[in-house]
């Protein structure tokens, strides 16, 4: 067992109450959601944050761990690096309770880029396939397993400057989209990832976004695609 200084930040609905430092044992192979649910249960039943499937696939439990966002279930407590681990909820978010955010503000950008798939020949019963090696595949490789973690959102410099700014995830969710052959809402996405302060010409390439990303998702590549393609629509509304 290892024991480890636990630094929580505290408060609700946008109202801090500082930090509050905790004692707790873990093993080796223990995570920092582990050391969540030991505060709450050996310490503070009302502490709170959140989590659901404990295994990299939900997105909940992200956090600001010693001030990177990161998922607190994939994360050892033993690789940080120190005794002392301070854990803060998502930035660019709104706070709920302690480490609990909101993720509202994320899934409005998200929604406005048009994310679910729309048909581009609905009447059709043709079935629709994508060949492997297609356009398509070659270029949503590696960008196709967001978990809308918001991790990326949270380390975006221009999103905690910007309410308007779309963030990676949606503008990657939009790339992924616009080029899908079967897809038909192209004019829909592109004058959302237009515009000037909202869109993706607001990116400061600082590759922020890319390096937290815990599915390992290229989002400045996705971004800086569209803006080369914004640059020559004709290619994104032929998509074949
Ligand atoms: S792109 Fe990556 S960091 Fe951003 S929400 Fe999806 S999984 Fe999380
Ligand atoms: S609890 Fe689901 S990703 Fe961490």
Not at 19 to 32: K, S, W
Not at 65 to 80: E, F, K, Q
Not at 98 to 123: C, H, L, N, Y
Not at 191 to 207: I, N
Request: glycine share 8%.
């Amino acid at each position: 067992m290892i024991r480890y200084q636990v630094r929580v930040a505290r408060g609700e609905q946008g109202i801090s109450r500082g930090h509050q430092t905790f004692e707790v044992e873990l093993e080796d192979r223990m995570t920092v959601l582990d050391a969540l649910f030991r505060i709450q249960r050996e310490h503070d039943p009302e502490f709170t944050f959140r989590c659901a499937c404990r295994v990299g696939m939900c997105g909940t439990c992200a956090a600001s761990i010693n001030g990177i966002p990161r998922l607190a279930c994939r994360t050892r407590a033993s690789v940080l690096g120190g005794k002392r681990i301070t854990v803060d909820p998502l930035p660019n978010l709104p706070v709920i309770r302690d480490i609990a955010v909101s993720m509202q503000p994320f899934f409005d950008q998200w929604k406005r880029v048009t994310p679910g798939f729309r048909p581009r020949a609905p009447e059709s019963t043709e079935l629709a396939t994508i060949p492997e090696g297609s356009r398509y595949m070659r270029l949503s490789k590696g960008k196709r397993d967001c978990i809308t973690c918001g991790a990326c959102f949270g380390a975006c410099g221009v999103k905690a400057a910007s309410a308007e700014y779309l963030g990676p995830a949606a503008i990657n969710r939009a790339m992924l989209r616009l080029i899908d052959p079967r897809d038909g809402a192209v004019e829909e996405r592109v004058s959302v990832l237009d515009q000037e302060r909202a869109g993706v010409w607001r990116c400061h390439t600082q590759f922020n976004c890319t390096e937290v990303c815990p599915k390992g998702i290229t989002l400045t590549e996705s971004i800086t695609w569209l803006q080369r393609s914004l640059l020559r629509k004709s290619s994104l509304r032929n998509k074949a």
